[in-house]
C-alpha cells in the first residue's frame, strides 16, 4: 500500500505534471492563435537555480517559444545543493553536482547574462546590472533562494569568519572548504554543526550532513566525534529515521542536543556561543545561520513577511508587494508544511510559468495548481529514505495545502531507496536544464 502509493507520487513528480498541466497547455499554445502581447512579451529572471532555470525553460515550451525569456545568474553553472553532502562526505566529486545551462539557450532560446542584479525599479520596469546596465521587462520573475541574517551573529559579519566557519547551504566553494576541513582534521578531533530555528532551506538536510559527516569518520577518523546543535526542540524532518541511523550505524559517534540558539562565535577559541547553554568549542564548526529571502528580493522590500521571507499569490506566484514581480523557490514564505526544496522550486516554477503565459495570452488562469514533494536524505553507507506530500491549491485559505492521505514516509533507510535518491536528482537536473 505504502509502496505503491509512494510509486504513484514519485511517478507523479516531474512527468506527470508536465503531461496533465505542461502539456495541454503546450497544446493550447499552439492551437492558440499568438496575441500580440504575448509575441512582444519580456519576461525577465533573476536566479538560475532551481525555480529560477526551470521557470525559464517552461516559460518558453507554454508559449512556444514566443515569451522573450532573459535569465540572469553571476554563476556559470548550476551547482546542485542536493547530493551536496555526498560531496562533502566525499563519495562525488563537485564536477558530478555541477550542470551547465546551455540547453536552456541551445534548446530553448533563452537569453542567458551571466551576472549579479544590483537593483529593481519597479515604477519604470526595469532591472540595474553593473555599471548601470538596465533592462527593461514586463513581468520580473525572482527566485534568488537564500541569504544570511548576520545580524543575529555579530560577530560573523566578518567575511573572514563567514569563510572560516562556512555553512555550506549553498553548493559551492563552501562545499568544497567543509570538505576540505573535514580532511584536515586529526582523529579524534570534533566536529560540531549548529542548525537554526527552522524555517530555512532544506528541513532534514543538515542531519543528512551529520550522518554523511559519521559516515566519513567511521572509515578515516573513528574517534572522531559529531555534535548536533540544534535551535528547534526536535530534529524537524525524519527524526525518527535519523535517530534510528545513527544509534546502528555511527553508535557514540553523534550527539544531539536540541534548543541550543547560537548567539554568535568565539573565533580564537573556535567556539560557538549559545543563549543560554554553555559554550562549546571544536575544530571545524559548521555555522548554519538563519536565514532570509534572498539580497535581491530583501533590499527591495519584497520580504514583508517578518521581514524575512516574501509574500504571494499562490496562483501566480506574484508578489503582494510590487505588481508584474513573481517570486518564487525558498525565497517565499510557504505554509508550514510545504519545505523549501528543490522540489518544491521546481513545482512553483511551473505553476508560475504557465500562470504568466496564461496573463501574457489572455487566458484562464489555472485555479486549482498542484505539486508534488519528495525529500530524499542519505543515513547510511549508500543507504536513503524519503518523506513526500502532495500540495493543492485551497480556494478558502488561499495556500497550497497537503492533500489528505497523500504523506509518506519511509519505515527505514534502505539500498533501494539511495539509487531512487540519486535517480531522483538526475531526474530534477533535467527538468530544470534539459
Ligand atoms: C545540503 C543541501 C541539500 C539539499 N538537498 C535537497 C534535496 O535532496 N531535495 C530537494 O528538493 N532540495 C534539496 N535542497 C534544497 C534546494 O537546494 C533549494 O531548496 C533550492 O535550490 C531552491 O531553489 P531556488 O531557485 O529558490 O534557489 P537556488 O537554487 O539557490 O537558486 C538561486 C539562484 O539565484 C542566484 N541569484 C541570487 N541573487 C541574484 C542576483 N541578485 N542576480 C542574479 N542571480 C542571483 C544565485 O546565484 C542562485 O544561482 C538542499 C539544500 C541543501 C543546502
Known amino acids: 500500500m505504502q509502496n505503491s502509493r509512494r510509486k504513484f507520487i514519485q511517478q507523479t513528480i516531474l512527468g506527470s505534471y508536465l503531461g496533465s498541466h505542461g502539456g495541454m497547455l503546450f497544446a493550447d499554445s499552439k492551437s492558440q492563435a499568438p496575441t500580440s502581447s504575448l509575441r512582444k512579451a519580456k519576461v525577465v529572471i533573476v536566479g538560475a537555480g532551481f525555480g529560477g532555470s526551470a521557470t525559464a525553460k517552461y516559460l518558453k515550451i507554454f508559449s512556444g517559444g514566443q515569451i522573450d525569456v532573459t535569465l540572469i545568474d553571476p554563476s556559470p553553472n548550476l551547482v546542485s545543493c542536493p547530493l551536496s553532502n555526498l560531496v562533502i562526505n566525499g563519495q562525488m566529486q563537485i564536477s558530478e553536482i555541477m550542470k551547465s545551462r546551455d540547453p536552456l539557450q541551445q534548446k530553448y532560446g533563452v537569453r542567458i547574462i551571466q551576472d549579479t542584479v544590483e537593483r529593481i525599479l519597479p515604477e519604470v520596469k526595469k532591472i540595474v546590472l553593473p555599471q548601470g546596465i538596465t533592462i527593461s521587462y514586463d513581468k520580473l520573475i525572482l527566485s534568488p533562494g537564500i541569504d544570511m541574517m548576520w545580524d543575529s551573529l555579530p560577530k560573523m559579519k566578518d567575511p573572514v569568519l563567514q569563510n572560516r566557519f562556512v555553512h555550506a547551504m549553498k553548493a559551492g566553494s563552501q562545499t568544497l572548504t567543509l570538505r576540505k576541513q573535514l580532511e584536515s582534521m586529526k582523529d579524534g578531533e570534533v566536529f560540531a554543526i549548529s542548525i537554526p530555528l527552522a524555517p530555512y532551506r532544506c528541513p532534514p538536510s543538515p542531519y543528512e550532513r551529520a550522518s554523511q559527516v559519521a559516515n566519513y569518520f567511521k572509515k578515516y577518523k573513528p574517534r572522531s566525534k559529531i555534535l548536533v546543535l540544534d535551535a528547534n526542540a526536535e530534529i524537524t524532518s525524519k527524526s525518527t529515521l535519523f535517530k534510528k541511523a545513527w544509534s546502528n550505524y555511527y553508535p557514540n559517534m553523534i550527539e544531539y542536543r536540541n534548543n541550543h540558539t547560537l548567539v554568535d562565535v568565539d573565533s580564537s577559541e573556535s567556539a560557538l556561543l549559545f543563549e543560554v547553554q554553555d559554550d562549546v568549542k571544536a575544530s571545524v564548526l559548521n555555522v548554519i545561520p538563519p536565514m532570509r529571502a534572498g539580497d535581491i528580493a530583501f533590499h527591495s522590500n519584497l520580504a514583508n513577511i517578518n521581514q524575512r521571507w516574501c509574500e504571494v499569490d499562490f496562483l501566480t506566484y506574484e508578489s503582494k508587494v510590487i505588481p508584474d514581480i513573481h517570486i518564487l523557490g525558498d525565497a517565499i514564505q510557504s505554509s508550514t508544511q510545504t519545505p523549501k526544496s528543490a522540489q518544491v522550486a521546481n513545482g512553483q516554477a511551473k505553476i508560475c510559468a504557465s500562470a504568466i503565459y496564461q ?28 518523506i513526500s506530500t502532495m500540495h493543492q491549491f485551497d480556494p478558502k485559505t488561499q495556500s497550497m495545502a497537503v492533500v489528505s492521505g497523500s504523506n509518506s514516509i519511509s519505515t527505514t533507510d534502505n539500498a533501494q531507496e539511495y539509487s531512487s535518491a540519486i535517480k531522483w536528482a538526475n531526474d530534477i537536473w533535467s527538468d530544470t536544464l534539459i
Not at 496573463?359 to 542519505?378: G, R
Open 359 to 386: 496573463q501574457l495570452a489572455d487566458l484562464p488562469i489555472n485555479k486549482n495548481p498542484t505539486f508534488s514533494s519528495i525529500c530524499y536524505s542519505v543515513l547510511g553507507e549508500k543507504t536513503g529514505a524519503h
